[in-house]
């Protein structure tokens, strides 16, 4: 007998050996292996223990902590995701830093090196991450997998960024563009967390940053704060990991390979977008763990996930798949998405057509009607000035069905003798906005058009943007930027009234006064508001004020003083106007006297001790030290008295009798601006 044939029985034996050997090898994790540490899911290719895992996909399930790690790291890494379907890897990395301890000494640092593992199933994600460096004078950057001499450089991959700063106050809290923190997209293919730093002079710096800081992090998961300055150098950043099958094979290569990794019958290969290698998914219509045999197994369309398939008729799970079809003696264009309707015989025909040429009447009534409803609509627009509106650039002429999904009761956030205010949100849009239906007089509605146009000039930071406005109604629909803090009214008086410290008092004061003179003084016209109260100042989520309600009724075109109606509150009025029903800039000027007085006593102007002050003939000493003993005690004993003196001083001059000697709005600006620094 032929050698061959001998030793044929002795091949197959050892070749089904080896098929035996590997099936057993890529199945251990469906029984006896832990499938989870600390709530997190331990899938194959991952796994915890001798035979549960393919090789580098260890996870350590730590004694310590409890938390599940990466094996083989050159320190540990938690990880807190580990998902199969998107092949990726949410971990904790450490954050480099260096530490100075004079302007040109590093006296501690810590490059917050992590090498994976050696088998390099892990790449940092490049969609997900982000490199951010945090410092002042600082230059860092990230370097990744050594060139072994094939580069000019001794790594493969550098990238990074350096911030500056001028002085302690130049940073901003969730402003990371080279102030403090700078940050800068990554290459894909990084395989270590690794940071270099470049040594500047930290000469007039050291004091607020001390230290130097480098990390990769999720884009979603961090924002810059000032307070990062000073960071905590134990610190660890999320980052997401892109994990593959790194076997230095595509996927037409490795369908050939005994250690293909797609073990279900009904999956498929992709190869890897970041790095070498391939990854495994379950194919259309399947769902499961592509690498272990009969891991991914059929959806049934027609019950657990009929949301995302959908069917009108009738549903039949299949393989990989479902069918739709209409029941006996129902028919339907397209059962997917079309209900099934019966098979009609003669006489529910005659009825239905019958009962259609009805509709059609019914349906040309309807067009009518729609028809007469748009004309009216137009004749609105046009009453309303909207050929004139419509050539104004910064304000937006909104069609009335985009905003009637905002107009409900449940969105109704205010109402009051000015109309009512619905919070909500434009279509397409992630800002909310406020929506104001004044009740304006039929007497100044003619004016309407002018005013908005007036307002379209008025951009400034402590203004309430007008964002646009809706003319096909008989009262125009005003819509602005939402202020989501409420009035200061409300925040100096309510019930629930929140604690302000001197700081933001002040803040809130120049910021408001700012605003004011950009309306006296800053524009080709000047504005004048005519109803200046803490009803009218809305603070943002920042406590940054922004005034309001000086637009259909409360907005007037001046060149130097006004002779007219004035609609304001009777507690703020100027007394001057009040008599010669003369109002100018200084009219403003006063009424925000009375803001400020209100402000720092925490007092309404109807308060008896602030009535006084308002209401009598007093010296300006003696006004000016009952302006001091009314301070809020909230801030009296955290403030210094040369600060509320000058307080003082500025109310008093404001609320001067004599209108040619109150201030400028730019000047009560300024010196507000000067006591806030």
Known sequence: MPTRLILLPFLLLAAAAAMASRVTAESKNTSGCPDSCSGISIQYPFGIGTGCFRNGFEIVCDNVTGMPVLAGTTRPVPVNLLSIKTAEARVMLPVAWQCFSSAKTVYDSSDGDVHFNSDDVYRISNTHNQLVVIGCNTLAYTQSQRS?????????????????????????????????????????????????????????????????????????????????????????????????????????????????????????????????????????????????????????????????????????????????????????????????????????????GTIGGLFIVAIMVFIFLIGKEKRKMKEFFRKNGGPIIEKVNKIKVFKKEELEPILKTSNRIGQGGFGEVYKGYLRDEIRPVAIKKPKIDVKVANQFANEVIIQSRVLHKNIVNLIGCCLEVDVPILVYEYVSNGS??????????????????????????????????????????????????????????????????????????????????????????????????????????????????????????????????????????????????????????????????????????????????????????????
């Open 148 to 352: 072994e001499g094939n580069g000019y450089y001794l790594y493969a991959y550098y990238t990074g960024c350096m911030s500056f700063c001028n002085n302690s106050r130049s940073a901003t809290d969730g402003a990371c563009a080279g102030v403090g923190c700078c940050h800068v997209e990554i290459p894909p293919g990084l395989t270590n967390n690794n940071m270099e730093f470049e040594l500047y002079n930290r000469s007039g710096v050291l004091a607020f940053s001390p230290c130097d800081y480098a990390f990769l992090v999720d884009k979603d998961s961090y924002t810059f704060r000032k307070a990062d300055l000073k960071m905590d150098t134990n610190t660890k950043m999320p980052v997401w990991l892109d994990w593959a099958i790194r076997d230095n094979l595509t996927c037409e290569q490795a369908k050939k390979a005994e250690s293909y990794a797609c073990m279900s019958t009904n999956s498929e290969c992709l190869d890897s977008s970041n790095g070498p290698g391939y990854v495994c998914n379950c194919s259309k219509g399947y769902q499961g763990n592509p690498y272990i045999a009969d891991g991914c197994t059929d959806i049934n369309e027609c019950d657990e996930h009929s949301k995302e398939y959908p069917c009108r008729g009738v549903c039949e799970n299949t393989p990989g798949s479902y069918e739709c079809m209409c029941p006996r003696g129902t028919h339907s264009a397209d059962p997917l998405n079309i209900p099934c309707n019966p098979n009609f015989p003669l006489a529910a025909k005659i009825v239905t």
């Open 488 to 677: 200061l009214d409300k925040i100096l008086h309510d019930n629930n009234r929140l604690p302000l410290d001197l700081d933001l008092r002040l803040q809130i004061a120049a910021q408001s006064a700012k605003g004011l003179a950009y309306m006296h003084s800053e524009i080709t016209t000047p504005i004048l508001h005519g109803d200046v109260k803490p009803a009218n100042i809305l603070l943002d989520e920042d406590f940054v004020p922004k005034i309001s309600d000086f637009g259909t009724s409360r907005m007037i075109a001046i060149e130097e003083n006004y002779t007219g109606t004035i609609i304001g509150n009777w507690g703020y009025m100027d007394p001057e106007y009040v008599q010669t029903g003369l109002y100018t800039s200084k009219s403003d000027v006063y009424s925000f006297g009375v803001v400020l007085l209100e402000l720092i006593t925490r007092k309404k102007v109807l308060d008896p001790d602030i009535n006084n002050l308002l209401g009598n003939s007093l010296d300006t000493y003696t006004k000016k030290k009952g302006v001091i003993e009314l301070v809020d005690p909230e801030i009296s004993a955290k403030g210094t008295i040369g600060i509320f003196h000058s307080l003082a001083d500025i109310i008093v001059q404001c609320l001067n009798l004599d209108v040619d000697l109150r201030p400028d709005m730019a000047d009560v600006a300024e010196r507000l601006q000067f006591l806030l620094k």
